[in-house]
Nanobody, 119 residues
Framework: QVQLVESGGGLVQAGGSLRLSCVVSGRTFSRLAVGWFRQAPGKEREFVAGIIRSADSAKYADSVKGRFTISRDNAKNAAYLQMNSLKPEDTAVYYC????????????WGQGTQVTVSS
């Protein structure tokens, strides 16, 4: 099964930046699409950004377009989420997910990393 380890979260002031990392093991990373999701207290987990295995295409939630950038490094089995111009409403636990393209997102999740944006 796939294992995912997220890191890079923290406390930042509004307008600041953070870079999240996700290291994937248990599957051939270069064959996987990778996505970032987040879950705020009392809310359902929501899609934030996704990138296909070739990194030629990425998708973003409307709420983060122009502020967040997803990327990947197949040599390091890692994906990243660069978050700029952070807002208090970006506060959430951020999770990554990875699965073979066309298979839908996996049922396996990492422990997540907390992002807190103060106003």
């Amino acid at each position: 099964q796939v294992q995912l380890v997220e890191s890079g979260g923290g406390l930042v002031q509004a307008g600041g930046s953070l870079r999240l990392s996700c290291v994937v093991s248990g599957r051939t990373f270069s064959r996987l699409a990778v996505g970032w999701f987040r879950q705020a207290p009392g809310k359902e987990r929501e899609f934030v950004a996704g990138i296909i295995r070739s990194a030629d295409s990425a998708k973003y939630a409307d709420s983060v377009k122009g502020r967040f950038t997803i990327s990947r490094d197949n040599a390091k089995n890692a994906a990243y989420l660069q978050m700029n111009s952070l807002k208090p409403e970006d506060t959430a636990v951020y999770y990554c997910n990875a699965n073979y393209e066309g298979s839908g997102w996996s049922n396996y999740w990492g422990q997540g990393t907390q992002v807190t944006v103060s106003s």
